[in-house]
């Protein structure tokens, strides 16, 4: 398992109400030339949970900041209609599904991830007594 210390949460920057899922994010990526879907969840707008890249593979999704972290997509995050200036204006369109997702998604993945982080460190002090029991065994046979 790859070291996670973060999850960054992005929206999917799509129009208020439309309604997208985890395929048509990979053909964008892919179309990008990315190696699929860089998210690792996407929540859809009726709080459907969809898997994305696995999480043992590094993430492209945000510049700098892929390598340790887990990247979870909501779908929405935009204005219904493009601003005066013809620009997507920026809104938090998640509905309370998605924002219940979310909060459960985010709460199961701190856990496991703490609970990984306490594997390895047990892991590695189980590793380190049986290694000072071996040279203690060794020293006691010379």
């Known amino acids: 398992m790859r070291k996670i210390n973060k999850i960054i949460v992005h929206c999917s920057a799509t129009q208020e109400g439309r309604d997208l899922d985890a395929a048509e994010i990979n053909r964008w990526h892919l179309k990008r030339g990315w190696n699929g879907i860089g998210y690792h969840y996407v929540v859809l707008l009726d709080g459907t949970i969809e898997y994305g890249r696995s999480i043992y593979k590094q993430g492209a ?3 700098n900041h892929n390598k340790g972290s887990i990247g979870i997509c909501y779908i929405g995050g935009v204005e219904s209609e493009r601003g005066s200036n013809g620009k997507w204006i920026a809104k938090d ?7 219940e997702s979310l909060l ?9 991830i703490q609970m990984l982080q306490y594997m390895a460190i047990m892991s590695l002090q189980q590793n380190l007594v049986r290694a000072l029991m071996l ?3 060794i020293a006691i046979y010379k």
């Open 61 to 63: 999704h945000v510049k």
């Open 93 to 99: 369109t998640r509905t309370s599904e998605q924002k």
């Open 104 to 112: 459960l998604l985010l709460k199961t993945l701190k856990k496991c």
């Open 135 to 137: 040279i203690k065994n």
